[in-house]
């Protein structure tokens, strides 16, 4: 399996008792294959991507991506691991408002210096790929909430991920724009054979991944 969680278990300390998130939670999700996990707000769907994601550690459990155990890692090294192989999407598209879209496609890269024109190449592609080639020099306040939504997108397979997270990507959109981001990233899934996982409270959305974790 390229995602494997075991027995993960989250728990925040709080003033009065403890708050248990989650509980004994396992999930394995295999390389070209898309996982949306429901549930209610505050069901720890959040959480469990950022544990996947390598953001936040759980309390206990064990969590393997594409083999590695990122939290026996250094920090340089968890660092290197989110950014060669880890894409994340929200549902806010956090994108640098004085950078045009294509700069903002390039990001993932240019934090180990410049871009090579490989990378400007790939980035170009990408755009295309989301039907934005004809933007990419346009900044983020002239992009609509759905272009804005795709350019995240694109700037999350950049680097190959082999594991893309997304967090209730489509909770800003329309339907049809909402319709085209859940199938932008089928896609990676497919063409990349990256494991995606997608929490979201859309039944459409879920129902058009291939499984379904309920939290």
């Not at 210096?113 to 989301?130: F, H, T």
């Not at 997108?153 to 489509?170: F, N, S, Y």
């Amino acid at each position: 399996m390229l995602v494997a969680a075991n027995a993960l278990t989250k728990i925040y300390p709080g003033p009065a008792e403890d708050v248990i998130v989650f509980s004994e939670l396992n999930l394995q999700v295999a390389d070209g294959e898309s996982v949306a996990v429901v549930g209610p707000s505050g069901s720890g769907k959040t959480t469990l991507l950022s544990i996947l994601g390598a953001m936040e550690a759980p309390t206990s459990g064990e969590v393997r991506i594409d083999g590695e155990d990122p939290y026996a890692l250094t920090q340089n090294k968890l660092a290197q691991l989110r950014a060669e192989k880890i894409g994340f999407v929200f549902q806010e598209h956090h994108l640098l408002p004085h950078c045009t879209a294509l700069e903002n496609v390039l990001l993932p890269v240019l934090a180990d210096g410049r871009a090579s024109q490989i990378d400007q190449k790939r980035a170009a592609e990408l755009l295309g790929a989301v039907d934005l080639a004809e933007r990419e020099k346009h900044l983020p306040s002239q992009l609509s909430g759905g272009e804005r939504q795709r350019v995240a997108i694109a700037r999350a397979l950049m680097r190959k991920p082999v594991l893309l997270l997304a967090d209730e990507p489509t909770g800003n959109l329309d339907r049809q724009n909402a319709t085209r981001v859940t199938e932008l990233l089928l896609l990676a899934a497919k063409q990349q054979g990256a494991a995606v996982v997608v929490a979201t409270h859309d039944e459409k959305v879920a129902q058009k991944m291939e499984t379904l974790r309920k939290m």
